[in-house]
């Protein structure tokens, strides 16, 4: 799958940032796959890898691999027809596989520990959720509210044993926002783009 070789030090970890397909660009991917896609099913895809060219690879391969065995079980109606259902579920399925795990490590192994520590407080605090819940870089925001830096970054001392920061959380939500973990939305408001990140750091 889509990465780098070899093993990069703290520094280039931080500089390090992957080359995305555009939702056009994902879109003629999946018009060009052996499958069929529901247009909702489409924007799940689109949501959930964000145009990260090793998760749509993986994705696809993935949902190819049940259709095969759709097909071979005798529900061809069904066979190669893609819904949001689907597609999530496949997501799942990837994260429990242990045939993933090395390529999952490796996703990993693209963020900084301080950025994988950040967007673990995130996803496990419910901060925000893909798609839903959005967040600025100096408040956070919650269901019952606003949360200020200072409470985020009490809360991520408390959760990773008060390890100290090599970056601060601005600069690292900034980082974020660059590598296109995080997309703007709007002046100050960003969300997660690749959903698979967001369910990647709940399960790991």
């Known amino acids: 799958f889509y990465g780098v070789s070899g093993r990069m030090d703290s520094r280039d970890i931080l500089d390090y940032k992957i080359k995305l397909y555009t939702r056009s660009e994902c879109l003629r991917y999946l018009e060009n796959s052996p499958l069929t896609f529901s247009q909702l099913g489409k924007e799940c895809f689109w949501m959930l890898t964000g145009g990260h ?7 696809v391969h993935y949902l190819y691999e049940t259709a ?3 097909h071979s079980s005798g529900n061809q109606a ?15 399925d990837i994260l429990s596989d242990p045939m993933s795990s090395d390529y999952i490590q ?9 950025e994988l520590r950040l967007m673990e407080t995130l996803a496990i605090n419910n901060y925000m ?5 959005f967040f600025r870089p100096d408040r956070l925001s919650k269901p019952a ?17 008060y390890q100290e920061l090599n970056l601060s959380i601005k600069d690292l939500l900034d980082r974020l926002v660059d590598k296109e973990v995080f997309e703007v939305e ?6 997660w783009r690749i959903g ?3 369910s990647m750091i709940l399960y790991y």
């Not at 959720?129 to 819940?133: D, I």
């Not at 709007?186 to 969300?191: D, E, K, Y």
């Open 186 to 191: 709007a002046t100050g408001i960003v969300r």
């Open 53 to 59: 060219p090793g998760l749509m690879q993986l994705l």
């Open 129 to 133: 959720f893909s798609g839903t819940c």
């Open 196 to 198: 698979f990140f967001f």
């Open 78 to 92: 069904r066979a190669g027809f893609v819904i949001v259902s689907e597609v999530k579920q496949t997501v799942n």
């Open 145 to 161: 509210g606003w949360v200020g830096i200072d409470s985020l970054q009490a809360q991520l001392q408390k959760d990773h044993g």
């Open 106 to 114: 490796h996703l990993r192994s693209e963020f900084h520990p301080d």
């Open 68 to 70: 095969k065995q759709e």
